[in-house]
């Protein structure tokens, strides 16, 4: 055994594959156990590039399996050479198994699944998952289940799972068109007999145990019969030596007995505790990854073969095998409980057939059976609890999920089966445990505690619509319990989602809600389009991929703890230096003193003022400082370079977001400067703090629009200034060559050059009220003819003092009335309308319960966005439905899952009059067939007394005519 471990290394990825990682490279002595050693690394290498993984040489170990059992010629072989076949098959499998396993020991560690880095590795794993479907492996390889060798087997089904790995796509594509085209029904055959097998295999050695256990006690009720024995025989004895030492070896050697008789008991039911002796954890795990991603074909037709002659429900023999571990679940099977329902995930998830199945099974006593474990087995091992409850309860949240009749009528069936008490035990539970381990070591249980608290609203949300608004559970929460509830929800948010005609409500944990800027969402608010609601829609899910971009970048930022406390102080930053801004400028207003020399330009200062300027401004520069490195830590990802620099260098120009920033821009520029000023004013006694008192433009939306109505249009002001600066130039000549004798000197008017001149018309030309001929000297003409000095003093007035400098002014006040108007269209609109559903306020406050609670509760636009970063943070594999078919929208940016128009509360008023108007019409129905029934009980009454009438003439004619007979008789 050491040669052999010397010889293989140990069992970690370092030392197998030579990546830098202390992971296990594979289970040892498991249903998936790889060869260790060089060796075998060196044999694998012949099969495997580095373009895809898989060398095409790979395809003869699929050939030569396929062969292995097709060949008849097989049957000719010796048992030797058949056994040498077997130990083939069994390195093949594994060679073709460890080309897969190998990639996947390379993604990394403790990774939500959304890093780049993980992305590279795993899309490495799909082309070697798809280089060995394209060998049609997992087809070849199917009918070696059926193999009389356990080890082929075994390999044969870990192989499947690892190409399965994820629910590879393409390999669940070769499996749908290989049951549904060749009728396959020796796999459904081989899994429900290993299954039954299972069963029967269990229960023979529970019933064995028992007896065992039984055999244990009467052992031990036989060493105490036989102690309390020894104690009297050995009182009786005491008066003779002999016959005590007689006494005691007869004892001693009794006892030797039982106690061998015991152990060798205990060793027996050592033997018989449980064990998976048909890989069902491995078929299991390789039908949830055939149905992994809400694969609808193959959750049909794992519950149904309608094309085979004998249709098996794997489904339902799935659910029914937990029957097998009610009231026992033991360190022993937990893991493969927790597989179990795994698997039944990926069968009901989106699925209701399944579902309804599944319910028949009595999935919800087993969910039950879960919730109620005992946990004193598992002191060792709390993380396979708390898996085993999180795999049970995403069984019952994937029940639940949607809002389509058949899933309602199923909810109120489990809302009557399921414990509800277990639920909130298990929730407050897992939220202490996970209060007490704060960090990544509680998250486990944080998880299990929001499901489960999605779950209770699911359900409450589900009994309110149907038994009405003040309907509750019957189970009253303990305060431990509801003050676990709370907390929880309040980094609960819910969405409406409308899929297909239904619409459904999503809960979901929100992680981090400080990572969205207060700026960014003022921003967003502010500036989104809102010209109609699908434009509105549309520029949301643009504004929500730049966003989900910047948190995503500011969670990176925030582990770094220095750079978080100053993303975190950045309102601190800049509340102290505005104070300490007006504070230095006070000081110096009261300080300085003009100096006698006017050629002098720094003030005259008491001794007092250096330190105190030196102090106040080194705490100025070190605030500066912080507010501009928070600035940049906080933009970085938003940063960007003028176009016209990735033209000059040629590199591709990346897709401006909404929050980018121009690396020269005013914004960047302004923080630099802000700095540089604060420095400088320590050397030159203070004269640029003047300039950081503009930091109250900073985050005041007053001024800020001031300046933007400034800078707004600022190519448009640009392009008039430059032409009044031609129609001056203009002038300026005309004034050269004509009116140099009306420019004073004494006066500062110089024209002693064209550059002294056009300087001169520029400065007094708009200075001047009345244009350049107010400005120059009178009584000078020198023109022949008086009226041109007029047409030069009134054109330049009128073109401009009165058309240009006004054109200026409109640009100014156009773009600060377009903001004003932009701002009030924004306030009216989201005071008017809801953003998400475009449904008016009045509908609200007229059918629901307002709008305020509509657009905070119902409809938040904040929701769906942490919604969107939800979906960015988890799995693909790890969605939901409804979670699933939303992110199929947004990746081919669509919005017709946004509930336009609709809202559940609208929908729950509707169906409310609905069932008024029902009830009324039942109740008119009524009224009708009453008076009706009351009406035709009149006529018969009418008709009976009518008849009673003619009764009664008929009988006194009758008798009158008998009368008359008789007189004419007499």
Not at 205 to 217: D, E, G, I, Y
Not at 312 to 331: A, C, D, H, R
Not at 475 to 502: C, F, H, W
Request: contains cysteine; hydrophobic residues 40%.
């Amino acid at each position: 055994v050491n040669f052999k471990k010397a010889y293989e290394g140990p069992n970690t990825v370092r030392v197998q594959i030579g990546y830098p990682s202390d992971t296990q490279y594979c289970e040892e002595d498991g249903d998936e156990d790889l060869p260790l050693g060089k060796e075998f690394q060196d044999h694998l290498s012949c099969f495997t590039n580095r373009s895809d993984g898989v060398d095409k040489h790979a395809s003869k170990l699929v050939e030569q399996l396929f062969i292995s059992y097709s060949d008849p010629d097989l049957a000719k072989l010796s048992e030797a050479e058949r056994l040498e076949q077997e130990r083939t098959s069994v390195t093949s499998l594994q060679v073709l198994r460890a080309m897969v396993h190998n990639q996947i020991m390379l993604l990394p560690e403790d990774d939500s699944g959304r890093s780049k880095a993980y992305q590279r590795t795993m899309e490495r794993v799909r082309l070697v998952q798809d280089a060995l479907n394209a060998f049609q492996s997992p087809l070849k390889i199917i009918p070696l289940l059926s193999h009389h060798n356990d080890d082929i087997v075994r390999e044969t089904l870990a192989l499947l799972a690892t190409i399965l790995y994820r629910g590879n796509r393409a390999v669940q594509a070769g499996f749908e068109y290989y049951f549904l085209n060749t009728r396959e029904e020796r796999f459904f055959i081989d899994v429900q007999a290993r299954l039954q097998r299972s069963v029967v295999a269990t229960r023979e050695r529970r019933a064995l145990l028992a007896q065992h256990r039984a055999k244990v006690s009467k052992s031990k009720e036989m060493m105490e019969t036989l102690r309390l024995k020894t104690q009297g025989k050995k009182a009786a004895a005491k008066t003779s030596l002999a016959a005590a030492g007689q006494v005691s070896d007869e004892i001693e050697l009794k006892t030797l007995e039982i106690k061998e008789g015991v152990h060798e008991v205990e060793d027996t039911s050592d033997a018989l505790r449980f064990k998976d002796d048909g890989y069902i954890e491995l078929i299991l795990r390789i039908m949830g990854f055939m149905c992994d991603g809400h694969n609808r074909v193959l959750q049909d037709y794992l519950r149904v073969q309608s094309d085979n002659i004998k249709s098996l429900n794997l489904v339902g023999e799935t659910t029914s095998y937990l029957q097998l571990f009610y009231g026992s679940i033991n360190p022993d099977n937990i893991a493969l409980v927790t597989q179990v329902f795994d698997t039944l995930i990926e069968f009901l998830s989106g699925n209701q057939e399944n579902q309804a199945v599944a319910f028949d099974r009595q999935i919800i006593d087993a969910i039950n059976d879960v919730l109620r474990l005992d946990t004193s087995h598992f002191t060792d091992t709390p993380e396979l609890v708390c898996q085993l409850k999180q795999s049970a309860v995403v069984v019952l949240q994937s029940m639940i999920e949607e809002n389509d009749p058949q899933t309602i009528r199923l909810s109120k069936e489990i809302l009557e089966t399921v414990h509800i008490d277990a639920l909130y035990e298990n929730m407050q539970k897992a939220f202490e445990e996970a209060r007490q381990n704060p960090g990544e070591d509680g998250e486990d249980m944080r998880l299990l505690a929001f499901t489960i608290h999605h779950i209770l609203l699911g359900l409450q949300d589900f009994g309110q619509k149907h038994w009405g608004k003040k309907w509750l559970f019957s189970y009253n929460p303990t305060p431990e319990q509801a003050g676990a509830d709370a907390v929880l929800k309040d980094d609960t948010m819910s969405v409406e989602i409308l899929r297909g005609e239904e619409l459904q409500k999503v809960y979901f944990r929100v992680k981090k809600k400080a990572a969205l800027r207060e700026e960014v969402k003022e921003q967003l608010k502010w500036h989104i389009s809102r010209e109609s609601p699908t434009d509105k829609l549309r520029d949301f899910l643009e504004w929500a991929q730049d966003i989900r971009s910047d948190i995503s970048f500011q969670q990176r930022v925030r582990k770094h703890r220095l750079a978080s406390m100053l993303i975190a102080g950045r309102v601190f930053w800049y509340w102290s230096l505005l104070l300490l801004t007006i504070a230095l400028n006070v000081f110096i207003l009261a300080s300085w003193t003009a100096p006698r020399d006017f050629e002098e330009r720094l003030p005259e200062v008491e001794n007092y003022f250096f330190p105190v300027l030196i102090s106040l401004g080194a705490i100025h520069s070190l605030l500066s400082l912080c507010m501009l490195v928070t600035f940049y830590l906080s933009n970085w990802n938003n940063f960007v370079f003028p176009t016209i620099f990735y033209t000059i260098f040629k590199l591709e120009t990346p897709k401006k977001s909404h929050s980018s920033i121009n690396w020269f821009g005013l914004q960047s520029m302004y923080f630099v400067l802000f700095l540089t000023f604060s420095i400088l004013s320590l050397f030159f006694d203070g004269y640029f703090y003047c300039f950081h008192l503009f930091i109250i433009v900073v985050n005041n939306d007053i001024l800020g629009r001031v300046l933007q109505s400034i800078t707004r249009n600022g190519k448009s002001l640009l392009w008039v200034a430059a032409l009044m600066l031609v129609i001056i130039y203009v002038y300026a000549i005309v004034s050269f060559a004509f009116l140099r004798q009306s420019f004073d000197r004494n006066e500062g008017l110089f024209c002693e050059n064209l550059g002294q001149c056009f300087v001169t018309s520029l400065k007094y030309g708009l200075l001047s009220g009345g244009g350049l001929g107010d400005a120059l000297r009178p009584g000078t003409y020198s023109f022949h003819e008086p009226g041109l000095k007029i047409i030069f003093d009134l054109s330049f007035f009128i073109v401009i003092t009165v058309i240009a400098l006004n054109i200026v002014l409109g640009i100014i006040v156009d773009s600060f009335s377009e903001l004003r108007d932009e701002k009030s269209k924004a306030q009216e609109d989201m005071a008017s309308v809801c953003f998400i559903c475009g449904n008016p306020s009045f509908e609200f406050d007229k059918r629901g319960e307002g709008f305020d609670k509509h657009v905070k509760q119902e409809h938040n636009i904040w929701s769906y966005l942490f919604f969107f970063i939800h979906l960015n943070s988890i799995l693909p594999n790890d969605y939901t439905s409804i979670e699933e078919f939303v992110a199929q929208k947004l990746s081919s940016n669509e919005i017709d899952f946004f509930p336009a128009n609709r809202a559940l509360s609208l929908a729950e008023t509707e169906d409310k009059n609905a069932q008024e108007l029902t009830e009324l019409k039942r109740m008119m129905q009524q009224l009708l067939a009453r008076q009706e029934q009351e009406d035709a009980e009149q006529r018969r009454q009418k008709e009976r007394q009518e008849h009673k009438t003619w009764e009664k003439r008929h009988l006194h004619e009758s008798h009158d005519e008998d009368y008359e007979v008789r007189e004419t008789t007499v």
